[in-house]
């Protein structure tokens, strides 16, 4: 299974981003899928997960609200919507899928596959 996550950039505070993970060599359709990021001298941390229905969506506390997490299944691709930008949400956001389903999704140790990363920073 390879993903690879794109949309990053450079954007101002209060701007918006709308970051994309393709998944290949398997459809994405069948398991959840998940953003992390990490953030300089940070380890990487929850953002948001959809299960395979996207009829489950997970927050972290942080961008709840902000950023939004949709799936096209059709196009084996998982979107993060990211608004109301600050420069707290500079990072490398990662996406990332499990291999099983009925496990926590919020855990970073629940995902097997993940993207190269895509940076995403914002200008204060």
Do not use: H
């Not at 996550?5 to 998940?34: E, F, I």
């Not at 940070?42 to 506390?61: I, L, Q």
């Not at 919020?106 to 993207?115: A, L, R």
């Amino acid at each position: 299974v390879q993903l690879q996550a794109s949309g990053g950039g450079l954007v101002q505070a209060g701007g918006y981003l709308n970051l994309s993970c393709a998944a290949s060599g398997r459809t994405s359709k069948d398991y959840a899928m998940g953003w992390f990021r990490q953030a300089p001298k940070k380890g990487r941390e929850f953002v948001a997960a959809t299960t395979w229905s996207g009829r489950r969506t997970y927050y972290a506390d942080s961008v709840r609200g902000r950023f939004t997490i949709t799936r096209a299944n059709a196009k084996n691709t998982v979107y993060l919507q990211m608004g109301s930008l600050s420069p707290e949400d500079t990072a490398v956001y990662y996406c990332g899928a499990p291999d099983i389903c009925g496990i926590d999704l919020t855990q970073e140790s629940s995902y097997k596959y993940w993207g190269q990363g895509t940076q995403v920073t914002v200008s204060s």
